[in-house]
Structures are given as structure tokens and as C-alpha cells.
T-cell receptor, first 115, second 109 residues
Framework: GAGVSQSPRYKVAKRGQDVALRCDPISGHVSLFWYQQALGQGPEFLTYFQNEAQLDKSGLPSDRFFAERPEGSVSTLKIQRTQQEDSAVYLC?????????????FGEGSWLTVV | DQQVKQNSPSLSVQEGRISILNCDYTNSMFDYFLWYKKYPAEGPTFLISISSIKDKNEDGRFTVFLNKSAKHLSLHIVPSQPGDSAVYFCAARGQNFVFGPGTRLSVLP
């Protein structure tokens, strides 16, 4: 596709509910990143994939967070048993190069509100 | 411990004048630096970048300066336009991309 596509754009979840956020990166992009952005702050790294391999998951805040990219293209970020502190914008980004690459391009984000 | 800092949360500039946004970093292993611009309810958009082997990169109205010894970079926008009003994020590449907290630029007509 022309750009990074994320869905849903907006999600309201009840505390304790599981959510799944989808990212469709730019076609052919090898690297894929997930970031979390809280209100008034910069994006915080969650995890990084090179093709289907999850090379870095050091930013995932707890074992309730899980990400996958089984075929090396579309990725899903899953949050189990959501808590209020999970409320944030979840940004997906992709890059054409491996080993993080030079420039990452973001989608519009998935806005998660946990009530 | 913030590895990328943007110490000015906001900046107001008159239309036509220069906007200077600053960024400081602590990790000397960072080898590539980027600036992103973000409008409300949108994702960050790539603006300009610079490799650590250079000290200046220019693209139209946007210039990024890098001072490695001071671990400091800045983004200059000349002339500033009302459409430049947005939040600007500085980012640095290490094992992944580390972002600063952002500076909100307001360009006043």
C-alpha cells in the first residue's frame, strides 16, 4: 500500500477486555516497529520485527502485551486484560531496510481508551 | 533516564521569522538523527534526517544541524509559515529509534 495502515483508528475497551490492533506496513518493508505514545509525550518503543522475526521486544511493558508478524507483512499487537494505564495511541512504523534501517514511516495510530 | 531530550515544551514564532527547535541526546552510540512533525490525530510524519558523519543537512526551508561534541542537534525552519504549527519530535537511531518528548511550535500570522 501507499502508506502504513492501522486499524482500528479508535477503540474503547472495558477494563479487563482483550484488544487486538492491526498494522499493515508499506509494501515490501522489511522492518516493522510498534510504539506507544501517551498524551503529551513522545513515542516509546515497544517492539521490532525484521520480516517475521521479533528481534527486540524489550519495550513491551508487561506480559499482557504480545505482538506477532507471522508472514513478515501484517502485524498484530495484542493487549490482554487491558488496564487504564494502557490508554494511549499505539503507533506502527515500517522501514525498507533491515537492522532498523534509516527512516521509519508511521501510520496514523490506533487510539485506545480503557474505561 | 531520557536519552533524547527536548527541553522546550513549546515555542511561538511570528510568521516569516526563523523557528529553531533544539534537541539534546546522551548516548554517543546514536549514529542517525531524524525530525518528525505531528499534527493532531495523525501519526508523525518524517521531515528531515542527518547522519552522524555530517554536521548539516538542508531541504528547502528545513535545515538540521548536528554538533556531535555537544550531543546537540537543532532544526531550523526559515521562513516559518502558519502550516508549520505542529508538534516536532527529535529521534535518534541506536538499536531502535528513540524519540524525544516533542516541542509544540505555534507560528503566529
Amino acid at each position: 500500500g501507499a502508506g502504513v495502515s492501522q486499524s482500528p483508528r479508535y477503540k474503547v475497551a472495558k477494563r479487563g477486555q482483550d484488544v487486538a490492533l492491526r498494522c499493515d506496513p508499506i509494501s515490501g518493508h522489511v522492518s516493522l516497529f510498534w510504539y506507544q505514545q501517551a498524551l503529551g509525550q513522545g513515542p516509546e518503543f515497544l517492539t521490532y520485527f525484521q520480516n517475521e522475526a521479533q528481534l527486540d521486544k524489550s519495550g513491551l511493558p508487561s506480559d499482557r502485551f504480545f505482538a506477532e508478524r507471522p508472514e513478515g507483512s501484517v502485524s498484530t499487537l495484542k493487549i490482554q486484560r487491558t488496564q487504564q494505564e494502557d490508554s494511549a495511541v499505539y503507533l506502527c512504523a515500517s522501514s525498507s531496510a533491515g537492522t532498523a534501517g534509516n527512516t521509519i514511516y508511521f501510520g496514523e495510530g490506533s487510539w485506545l481508551t480503557v474505561v | 533516564d531520557q536519552q533524547v531530550k527536548q527541553n522546550s515544551p513549546s515555542l511561538s514564532v511570528q510568521e516569516g521569522r526563523i523557528s529553531i527547535l533544539n534537541c539534546d541526546y546522551t548516548n554517543s552510540m546514536f549514529d542517525y538523527f531524524l525530525w518528525y512533525k505531528k499534527y493532531p490525530a495523525e501519526g508523525p510524519t518524517f521531515l528531515i534526517s542527518i547522519s552522524s558523519i555530517k554536521d548539516k543537512n538542508e531541504d528547502g526551508r528545513f535545515t538540521v544541524f548536528l554538533n556531535k561534541s555537544a550531543k546537540h542537534l537543532s532544526l531550523h525552519i526559515v521562513p516559518s509559515q502558519p502550516g508549520d504549527s505542529a508538534v516536532y519530535f527529535c529521534a535518534a537511531r541506536g538499536q531502535n529509534f528513540v524519540f524525544g518528548p516533542g516541542t509544540r511550535l505555534s507560528v503566529l500570522p
